[in-house]
């Protein structure tokens, strides 16, 4: 029973470089949550999507941040240009509508480090 | 403005005593409140939830309680083992909303 892909899950790049993370969620989930773990701020919500549609993007830190949900199984969070301070270990969760426990099934997460 | 709030960063304690982990939160509104365990290089994992109904859940060594009229909650891990050693986060939201709000997380150490 496979868990929440994420790739890659780690990733080395320059500042001005353009970084795409992906994502593919438990299949029959219909949410899909991307966050990012820093030491400072924890665990934060950048933008979740339910049934494909972005329902919340309000954590997503700037316009160089973007994400997609083209099908139920893949969703991409891109960052253009990238910074330093983008540095972070980014999680992708998923979870099921038909749960009465608000369950999130996370990925193993992508180390994001930006040079 | 944190929501959530885990006031200590880390806790230690000997293998076979009681763990307490806790968390405070400052939103009436929440009606549902989880834990997660995160070991190093994994995603969270879900352990145990309550809902804001109940004033304890119990599961196996692991007991989360909540007091509503405090906004607090807290998890008792008994016996604490090795390989319970990891972060623990609290959460909660609100009925209906799948956006989970987070503490920072409790670092716990099982010492053998």
């Known amino acids: 029973d496979a868990g929440v892909i994420q790739s890659p899950r780690h990733e080395v790049t320059e500042m001005g470089q353009e970084v795409t993370l992906r994502c593919k969620p438990i299949s029959g989930h219909n949410s899909l949550f991307w966050y990012r773990q820093t030491m400072m701020r924890g665990l934060e919500l950048l933008i979740y999507f339910n049934n494909n549609v972005p329902i919340d993007d309000s954590g997503m830190p700037e316009d160089r941040f973007s994400a997609k949900m083209p099908n139920a199984s893949f969703s991409t969070l891109k960052i253009q240009p990238s910074e330093p301070r983008d540095s972070a270990v980014y999680f992708c969760a998923s979870s099921s509508d038909g749960t009465l426990k608000n369950e999130q099934f996370f990925g193993p997460g992508t180390r994001l480090t930006v040079l | 403005d944190q929501q959530v709030k885990q006031n200590s960063p880390s806790l230690s304690v000997q293998e076979g005593r009681i763990s307490i982990l806790n968390c405070d939160y400052t939103n009436s509104m929440f009606d549902y409140f989880l834990w997660y365990k995160k070991y190093p290089a994994e995603g969270p994992t879900f352990l145990i939830s309550i809902s804001s109904i109940k004033d304890k859940n119990e599961d196996g060594r692991f007991t989360v309680f909540l007091n509503k009229s405090a906004k607090h909650l807290s998890l008792h891990i008994v016996p604490s083992q090795p390989g319970d050693s990891a972060v623990y986060f609290c959460?909660?939201?609100?009925?209906?909303?799948?956006?989970?709000?987070w503490g920072l997380g409790t670092s716990l150490a099982v010492n053998p």
């Open positions: 959460a909660a939201n609100r009925r209906n909303n799948r956006k989970l709000i």
